[in-house]
């Protein structure tokens, strides 16, 4: 055969592969956002309803580094497993219950996905318009309330105990999102968001603090803010051992993600984490994975950010994704809250706490 008739075979061949690979929009041969343009923010168009199942591995859970690759299941797929709210948020997993719990701002109630058989049923309502949800090491749910403007905890005999809803005799604004801490303590951000959105999450009030991200004392209820060095804090959450922790800021300019040192009680050594890659887009929610890469919630779906601040993969949603949790088993499973909807996908990394 002539050199001529080897370059046809190869370029033939290399052809092939490429239409074969086509089939989603990623390229097998040529995966990574830096090396090619194909890769967007848009999902593709596909049936959400299960009838014309995706062909695997799926196209919208892409890698932007191949330090991505170990955590991309080939034969998974990303599940709509509700619609019908006017703006989801705070998911949490309950592993007791093999539930999963989240927020419906507007509509005033929490709903709850159930493992078993996949029902959603209304779980709470009224819910103070509650936003971030978790369980704490006791399996109580704590919840961030807009309306109340407090962090409430839900006690095993149904009663409600508020956690704080003051800082110096002054109100909080709106309580956004609260993570847990092993030696008790309860960690949340208060941005103004939920008083100034003309009452459709919550109620219209004027501000009588600055934002900032809290600390309650486990033992004794106090409340110290251990930051305000943020405009906007939403999403939080703890590295793998909590010697860092990661704060979006919703309200900085261009939005940015930080983190600190956590020295037992304070925070020291703040400074840029990451800033989200897409134009005028900020983390909301954020969750950790043992590896202690970050998991964000972001306008075209989940950015997944690795511990030195590089994006290295993404989850394209056809819905605005404002907050995610690992839940399931194995924890291994991301269930994301955009927009309307509930969407879930197995992933190669386990949640690195509770919910």
Partial sequence: MSKDSNNLVNINRRNLLTAVAGASIIPLTSRFAS??????REPIARDWSGQNPIRYPDPDVVALDDRFLQYMIGNTHIQKLYTGSLWSEGPAWNGVGRYLVWSDIPNNLQRRWIEDDGRVAVFRNPSGNSNGNTFDFSGRQLSCEHGGRRVARYEPDGTVTTIADQYNGNRLNSPNDVVVHPDGSIWFTDPPYGIRRSQYEGFYAESETKPAVYRVDGETGQVAVVTDEVVGPNGLCFSPDYSLLYVADTGSRPREMKVWDVNGTTLSNGREFAQIDAPNAGADGIRCDTDGNIWAGVPFGVQII??????????????RCANLCFGGAKRNRLFMVASQSLYSVYVGAAGAHIC
């Avoid at 090396?35 to 967007?40: D, K, L, R, S, V």
């Avoid at 690795?306 to 819905?319: K, N, S, T, V």
């Fill in 306 to 319: 690795a511990p030195d601040g590089d994006a290295i993969g993404m989850i394209r949603l056809p819905e």
């Fill in 35 to 40: 090396a090619q343009e194909t890769i967007t």
